[in-house]
């Protein structure tokens, strides 16, 4: 690691939020590179003002650290159980961890952790891809399998993606066999949609940005992109819904060899303005 996200120049002890970087790419199927991310984004951090305009707070004003980055082995296991130990570590200390990946497989195990701390805890998880299958290329842990593993976390009932345009036709029939509920890209309710996850699951969320659920004309750099996506505003949107409730954070699936520099600049800009969210509408982080 090269330097620190933006503004996180607290020490771990005095910190609310806490950055930690998981440069694995090991099961990325069709482009590899989200192993670069972390320090990307990072470095593209430091294009913004501290002030956030559409919030109206400073972020001088909010206390993060940057832990760096997991050492990666090739033993996604090991990998995993080192992602686990850190953001138990994180959520114990009642700090709200930000993952920055990476691949999409870093989530289930840094939801096992965030999960010790908060029983009930519910996933949401923004991206173009439902993640459903039983398996993929042998590996039940694979960047493809994420929303299954976590619906094994967490439950069913408390999963429930957004921002979907890409399955598998066995993969969607099994979903609506067992009653997986999601949210397709390109409704214009999302809203409403957003509002019936809020009534139905009363309790804190975990949110997980796939970077491909936005659009590749805003977010070209990632690993699987997936035409007709979400705006970047819906995304903030989505982050503003919940910003209450959150009490963790990923974005994944950047992939800065096919990047021109905009896709980490957005993930860093939407981390910023995820902090700044939270930290305005949490008691606990003032
Ligand atoms: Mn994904
Ligand atoms: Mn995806």
Redesign the pocket.
Known sequence: MTEFFADAESSFDEAKFVFYGYPYDGTACFRKGTSEAPDEIRKHSYNFETYLMELGIDLCDVSANDWGNLEITKDQGKNEAKLEELVTKIVSSNKFPIGIGGE?SLTPAAVRAVQSKYPNLAVVIL?A?L?FRQEYEGNENS?AT?TRRLTDIVGLDKVRPVGIRSVSQSEISEARTIGLKFIESGWTELIEYLTDIIDELDCPIYLSL?M?AIDPAFAPGVGTPEPFGMTPYEVLQTINFFSDRIVAFDC??VSPPYDNGNTSALAARIIRHLIGAIWQSQERFK
């Open positions: 999409h991206d891809h993640d960047h994420v796939d491909d994944v699936e």
